[in-house]
Each structure stands twice: as structure tokens, then as C-alpha cells.
């Protein structure tokens, strides 16, 4: 080969090589434009490594975002022939952290993780990201980018003011005629980490939206060993402690509707004018809404996102998806209602 041909290939070669910054410590410059890979031997991740293993840490299985998120997932990597692998922390940090190490040893490239507690596996994520490992966060972001690469997530204050405000929206229609603080609420929660209390906090701004409505107690399901479980212990202590609740907000529809499993078998309530609100998105929690357009349900709307979760996590991972400064992707949020749930039954 010429030298002057060489030099033009090492220079080329060269300016590839600068392009590796930002995101996931050596991530490309150009992380989060799209980019072909249809003609690429191997996928790459954003940080220029090779893709062929992605695992996935759930907290649990008992709820259909997180089933739905590992089944996009698992599509997406299958379409691109990528070996996948889940894991079921049980509710349990120590179990997950254990998980976590596990699929460093078993040659995972990169680890997507919905956190139990996040503070009990900052450890393991910090080892992992240490070990070269590509760390995808869900729903939160970690303190510093020692514990991370990507994270996915939606704007918890927006999400939680979208089911507020279709709670309000309910209340100021169902009760044309009460008086402002008439209309008892009660909150569903989980409080596990500094985003969800900001979802459970925007719920609590239902008295902004209408002056009808008054917070009357709050029920955390931080801890709990089955979150839907809690939430339907929870609804019946609920109703016994404050008989004249005429409206829930809950942290997910898997909240939300064990909720509403509750309410309905509940005698004595009228269901007509009972309304629960719930936030992400679920097959389940659109059937539900469409029945409480005749009131076989009583969970109304959502605050919703990740549809296709699973899809935006692995687009996150490739580069397919713009993230901020601090590589956050943002789902959008949008209000799911009996006015457009047609749209997203499946």
C-alpha cells in the first residue's frame, strides 16, 4: 500500500476514534442520532463494544409493566439476534445485586436493571459498569455516572400530574355540586426511591386541580414482598379507615387495578361514582378503563408511557434514541382515558 493511501486510512481511522465520548464513558459523539447497522457483522452498543448478550434485572414479576418491558426487550434482541436473559429479584435488593453479578460472570455485555432499592445495589452496579459492563437504568437515575450508562425514564412529576389531572377532570363531572374539600382521596404509593416520590407527589396535587378534592391518607407500599398484593391490603384498610373515599390515585395500574379487584366486590359502594387513577401503560389497565365506561370497572385513566418500553431500552442501548447531557432518554407521558383507550387495546 502507498504511504500516502496509509496515512489517509490511519487519519481515518484516527477521527473514528475521537468520535467515542460522552455517554457510558467512551460513548460516541453522535449517541443518540440514528444510525444503519443493517450491514454491521455485530450490533454496537453506543460506547463502540460489541452486543451479543443483554440481561435483564426485574424487581419482580407480578405486574404487567414489567413483563411487558422484558417481552419488548427480549423482541428487540431477538430481531437482531442478541441472546437475552431475565432475572427476578423478588422484591429483594440483595437477591438483585446478586442477580446483577451473575450476569457480569455470564459475559453479558450489557445489563438493563429496574431497581428493588437503589441504594442497595449501588455496589453491584459500580462493579459492573467497572467490569465493563454497559448499565441501563429504568425509572432511575443513580448519583453519578460511576453506577451507570443510560437511563430510561419518563418525567415522574409530569407522568403523576397527567392521572391528577384526569382524577380531577372525573370529580368535577361526577360531583357537579360539592362543596370544595368534600371529595375524600386517597393516595396508593411507592415511595422507593427519589423519582417515585415525585410521581406520588404530583398524585397528591389532585387538590390543585380541583378544589373538590382533599388528600385523606396515603398508603406506601415501600417493602412490601408483592406490591399488588400490598395495594389491595392497603385499599381494603383504606376503605375501612375513611368509608366516605370516593376516589383513588395509585402509583401503576398494578396498583391501581388490584385497587379496583377491591372496590368492585366491595358491597355497599357505588360504583357509579367511585373513580380510581392509575399511571404507566398495560393491556390489562386498557381493558379496565374500557369497562368503566359502563362501570364494571371503576379505574378510569392513567397517566401513561412505554407502550413499547422494552423497544426504547434496547434503542437507548444502540444509540437509536437521543439522550440529555446526563444520558437520560425521557419517555413521553400521555393521558390514557375511555376517550382514546380504543386506540391502545390490543
Not at 74 to 87: D, F, H, L, Q, R
Request: aromatic share 6%.
Amino acid at each position: 500500500m502507498r504511504k500516502g493511501k496509509l496515512l489517509a486510512v490511519i487519519l481515518a481511522a484516527a477521527v473514528v476514534g475521537t468520535c467515542i465520548t460522552g455517554c457510558g464513558a467512551e460513548s460516541q459523539a453522535a449517541a443518540g442520532q440514528e444510525k444503519d447497522t443493517s450491514n454491521a457483522k455485530t450490533v454496537q452498543m453506543i460506547n463502540g463494544k460489541d452486543l451479543t448478550q443483554v440481561g435483564f434485572s426485574a424487581p419482580a414479576m407480578d405486574n404487567e409493566f414489567q413483563t411487558n418491558l422484558s417481552s419488548t426487550l427480549e423482541a428487540a434482541c431477538k430481531e437482531n439476534g442478541i441472546k437475552y436473559t431475565v432475572s427476578e429479584a423478588q422484591q429483594s435488593a440483595a437477591k438483585q445485586a446478586e442477580q446483577i453479578e451473575n450476569m457480569v460472570t455470564t459475559g453479558c455485555e450489557a445489563i438493563v436493571v429496574s431497581p428493588v432499592d437503589l441504594d442497595g445495589i449501588l455496589d453491584a452496579l459500580k462493579n459492573a459498569k467497572s467490569s465493563g459492563v454497559f448499565v441501563s437504568m429504568i425509572g432511575v437515575v443513580p448519583p453519578s455516572k460511576d453506577y451507570y450508562d443510560v437511563v430510561v425514564n419518563v418525567e415522574q412529576t409530569d407522568l403523576g400530574s397527567q392521572a391528577a389531572k384526569a382524577a380531577a377532570s372525573w370529580i368535577d363531572k361526577t360531583f357537579p355540586d360539592a362543596a370544595d374539600g368534600s371529595i375524600e382521596v386517597a393516595l396508593l404509593t411507592l415511595n422507593n426511591s427519589e423519582e417515585a416520590t415525585k410521581r406520588g407527589e404530583a398524585l397528591a396535587k389532585v387538590e390543585e386541580f380541583t378544589g373538590k378534592a382533599k388528600v385523606v391518607g396515603e398508603y406506601d407500599s415501600t417493602g412490601a414482598a408483592s406490591i399488588p398484593t400490598k395495594a389491595q391490603e392497603y385499599t381494603e384498610m383504606l376503605l375501612t379507615e375513611h368509608p366516605d373515599v370516593k376516589c383513588i390515585l395509585a402509583y401503576s395500574d398494578f396498583m391501581g387495578l388490584p385497587a379496583d379487584e377491591v372496590v368492585m366486590r366491595t358491597k355497599g359502594i357505588d360504583v357509579a361514582h367511585f373513580g380510581i387513577f392509575g399511571c404507566d401503560y398495560s393491556s390489562a389497565g386498557c381493558e379496565a378503563i374500557e369497562k368503566s365506561k359502563t362501570n364494571e370497572s371503576t379505574y378510569r385513566a392513567s397517566g401513561a408511557f412505554g407502550v413499547n418500553f422494552g423497544k426504547t431500552v434496547y434503542d437507548t442501548i444502540v444509540g437509536n434514541v437521543e439522550v440529555d447531557g446526563e444520558c437520560v432518554y425521557y419517555e413521553p407521558a400521555f393521558e390514557l382515558t375511555v376517550d382514546n383507550v380504543d386506540q391502545y387495546l390490543k
